[in-house]
């Protein structure tokens, strides 16, 4: 983009540090907790991502853009983060894919950018400070009355954010992958369907469709949704979704899983869903200093080592996990936080991080077969016990 022709922005943190920048993408004033995302593709899912929510992003990669966006590779129906930061932005987007160009999209959903930052030294700020709120703004550039109005933006420590991002009805998915990135054998059957109810804290279209490229069929429900509804669909098996916020905030969550886990029912769980069943499980969830947002975290716990994707600002006490009943899978091998835990006695296991990696790496896709397999294997004793009976 021609620096000449563009409008200056400028970027303040809470802390009162100040970035000037050029802005890109639509005019305004937005505010949100800054992070950032290591990712060197990528960056439409990330931005439409409902696990974004509320949240400035900032882009290390230098170059942003330059494939463009295209309809296929959204999320959800549109972006919810509040911005975007880069160094540098491509206004003409070289990929046979692409319809259109990043400013353009960002301005068609009202989103401001701003480019021209040094993502590397704000990048190590955020590590060495720890995320904080800041605001993008190309209309107000008087630093001072920016972080005035700053300073009255919520923390993203005790926000439900999951609220504004669950579906507000109840639907049913089927789409699978599409053949041509299909990079997986299905574990299932044409005439063996699984019925899955995925409780929706901000769930990825991605994750949507490798559970129907394994054989599911799945009913999506609002966070919200009783246990006894979630159950009168005869599901086969419950998946609890990533989403935004702090997990501790979403109240009613822990009561109504607990209320699931009677029905010893399979279930798995992603980023917020694994947050969210450990503190059904009793654990508790803090803030991470930073968090993990990028595609090449690695986790695991003996012996093999899985490069997975992830996105998320809070993580479980590992001290907090009950030995007796919780076993812990998988630990995030940068900073030995909880990455994975199963239930020692029940069909019940979660990951940190994304098996569906869009985008990523696809070392943890084999999860949604494990799902599938403790459904299979719940189904033959359900009807092992019925001839029995």
């Known amino acids: 983009m021609a620096v000449s022709t563009a409008q200056p922005a400028l970027l303040v943190l809470a802390d009162g540090s100040v970035y000037q920048g050029w802005s890109f993408g639509a005019s305004g004033t ?215 916020g702090d997990p501790a905030a979403v109240k009613e969550a822990p009561q109504i899983i607990r209320a699931l886990m009677e029905s010893q029912l399979p279930t798995f769980g992603i980023c917020m869903g694994h947050q969210i069943l450990g503190l059904s499980l009793g654990a508790e969830t803090f803030k991470l200093k930073f968090g993990h947002r990028g595609l090449n975290q690695p986790c695991g716990l003996k012996r093999q080592v899985e490069i997975t994707s992830q996105n998320h600002g809070f993580a479980l006490n590992a001290d907090s996990v009950s030995e007796a009943q919780v076993e812990v899978t998988h630990l995030n091998l940068n900073d030995r936080t909880v990455a994975g835990i199963r239930h020692k006695s029940l069909p019940i296991f979660s990951v940190q991080y994304h098996p569906e990696a869009s985008p990523g790496p696809h070392d943890a896709d084999y999860l949604f077969a494990q799902f599938v397999d403790s459904m299979r294997q719940h189904r033959q004793q359900k009807g092992i016990q019925l001839n029995l009976t």
């Open 30 to 244: 937005v505010m949100g907790e800054v992070v950032f995302n290591t990712g060197m593709t990528g960056y439409q899912e990330v931005l439409t991502d409902p696990s974004y929510r509320g949240q400035i992003i900032t882009f290390t990669y230098p170059e942003l853009g330059n494939t463009g966006v295209n309809p296929d590779d959204e999320e959800s129906s549109h972006p919810h983060a509040k911005g975007a930061i880069a160094r540098n932005i491509c206004e003409r987007p070289s990929n046979w894919r692409s319809t259109q160009s990043l400013p353009d999209y960002l301005k068609q959903h009202r989103i401001p950018g701003i480019y021209g930052v040094d993502t590397r030294a704000l990048t190590r700020k955020i590590r060495s400070v720890g995320a904080m709120n800041g605001a993008i703004s190309n209309e107000i550039l008087d630093a001072d009355e920016l972080l005035r109005q700053l300073q009255e933006a919520p923390s993203m420590e005790g926000l439900n954010l999951v609220k504004d991002v669950t579906t507000p009805t109840i639907y049913e998915w089927t789409e699978k992958t599409n053949g041509a990135w299909e990079f997986a054998p299905r574990s299932a059957t044409e005439d063996e369907l699984f019925t899955v109810v995925a409780i929706d804290f901000g769930i990825k279209r991605n994750i949507l469709r490798r559970l129907a490229s394994y054989g599911c069929r799945v009913i999506v429900v609002p966070v919200d949704t009783p246990a006894e509804t979630i159950l009168n669909y005869q599901p086969d098996g419950i998946f609890l979704s990533n989403g935004p």
